[in-house]
């Protein structure tokens, strides 16, 4: 049973150190190659799902064993771990993706699906303009806007703009831009719809803070001492 426990530990911290660097190097490849395509190259690729569930299983797997040893700050931090794991597999379960094709000035409502359904937007989105911001003096691509406007009941309902690190959120759905026309009279837009992921994830995230709180207020704890100590030397 102890070398059982030793293996669920063992799996669960390497596999979140290597979620850890993995999601660092994402953030920065984000940076020079926009959101759509770490989007698709690692948080949809299998092998980052599998990677995550590995995570999930074994982190969960190791808290239940160790559950009569935690204190209740400690327990909050390792609940809301896999609270947050659990948002992430909603989102690839029920979440959807598409790639939305905008030509100027066309309102347009249905999505070109990556899997078998087609996603129809319950709004219309309709590209007001296209534009490619080139650093000063040069010609040299620094980032790409597509200015939109939202159409619901045939009134304008709100506009915004989408560029290789912006996301336009509006109920539920996010946009990001993904790929353009040679023309610079279209632009294609990543879809992502996640009821119910994100909203789990946030809370995990709540718990996090609570948790790390109840950790820091936590009395007899290391920063309380460490505080009282300061006090005194002052």
């Known amino acids: 049973m102890e070398k059982f426990e030793k293996f669920s530990r063992l799996s669960a911290f390497v596999s979140l150190g290597l979620l850890l660097v993995v999601m660092a190097a994402a953030t920065a490849v984000e940076r020079w190659a926009g959101t759509a ?8 690729a299998p092998w980052f799902v599998a990677l995550w569930a590995w995570c999930a299983v074994w982190s969960a797997v190791y808290v ?4 009569r040893r935690l204190h209740g700050a400690a327990l909050l931090l390792h609940a809301a771990w896999l609270l947050i794991l659990a948002g992430a597999g909603l989102t690839h379960v029920t979440g959807r993706r598409a790639m939305l094709h905008l030509r100027a000035g066309r309102p347009q409502t249905v999505c070109t699906p990556e899997g078998a ?4 937007l319950p709004f219309a989105i309709k590209l007001e303009r296209f534009d490619v911001v080139y650093y000063p003096g040069t010609d040299a691509p620094m980032d790409y806007v597509s200015r939109l406007t939202v159409y619901e009941q045939g009134r304008t309902a709100l506009g915004g703009e989408v560029a290789m690190n ?3 959120r509006y109920r539920g759905y996010r946009f990001y831009q993904s790929g353009y026309d040679a023309d610079g009279l279209g632009t294609v837009l990543q879809v992502s719809h996640d009821p119910w992921g994100i909203g789990v994830s946030y809370a995990g995230y ?4 609570l948790g790390w709180l109840m950790v820091l207020a936590r009395r007899g704890g290391r920063f309380r001492r460490l505080c009282a100590a300061a006090a005194c030397c002052c």
Do not use: E, H, N, S
Not at 37 to 44: D, E, K, S
Not at 117 to 120: A, I, M, N, P, Q
Not at 206 to 209: A, D, R, T, V, Y
């Open 37 to 44: 395509a770490v989007q698709g190259g690692v948080y949809g």
């Open 64 to 67: 239940w064993q160790v559950r």
């Open 117 to 120: 359904d087609t996603l129809r």
């Open 166 to 168: 912006r996301v336009f």
């Open 206 to 209: 709540g718990m996090l803070f």
